[in-house]
């Protein structure tokens, strides 16, 4: 399962009244170099992910670290695992039981502790689709 701590830009919301928007709605406006208002009260729309400086919503911090308390593997893409606390759970992933896989171009604080390493998303990628392929055939075959 993946879990978006820093939100998605899927999802579109009013800073002043919360009026909901998709990324539909929103992106043809952006495009077209506007910044997109509110149709309900004419206040600046923004994408629910959290920028840098927001604090992260204590709920979804808490169900993240419930998540990686039972998790079966601790995948990390592309972060240098630097900016908390979202760089600290790897460590409680580890702390039970999970292995930890890191995919980044620069070395993290993670790197002897992951089970695996690697330092091209490409390369990951496609080790994965193959290893991915390999048990599809081994599945079909028993």
């Not at 899927?10 to 170099?33: D, F, L, M, W």
């Not at 927001?54 to 911090?61: G, K, Q, T, V």
């Amino acid at each position: 399962r993946c879990y978006e701590v820093h939100g998605s830009a899927k999802h579109h919301h009013c800073t002043h009244c919360n009026a909901y928007y998709s990324y539909e709605q929103i992106a043809p406006i952006v495009r077209s170099g506007q910044v997109p208002l509110c149709t309900q009260c004419n206040s600046v729309i923004k994408p629910d992910i959290v920028f840098y400086g927001e604090n992260l919503d204590s709920m979804i911090l808490f169900r993240a670290y419930e998540m990686f308390s039972h998790t079966d593997l601790c995948l990390v893409l592309g972060s240098s695992l630097v900016v908390q606390p979202a760089a600290s759970f790897p460590s409680h992933a580890l702390q039970h039981g999970a292995p930890l896989v890191v995919v980044n171009a620069q070395k993290t604080g993670y790197d002897n502790a992951a089970t695996l390493h690697f330092s091209d998303l490409n390369q990951f990628g496609e080790a994965l689709a193959s290893h991915l392929a390999t048990l599809e055939v081994r599945k079909r075959l028993v």
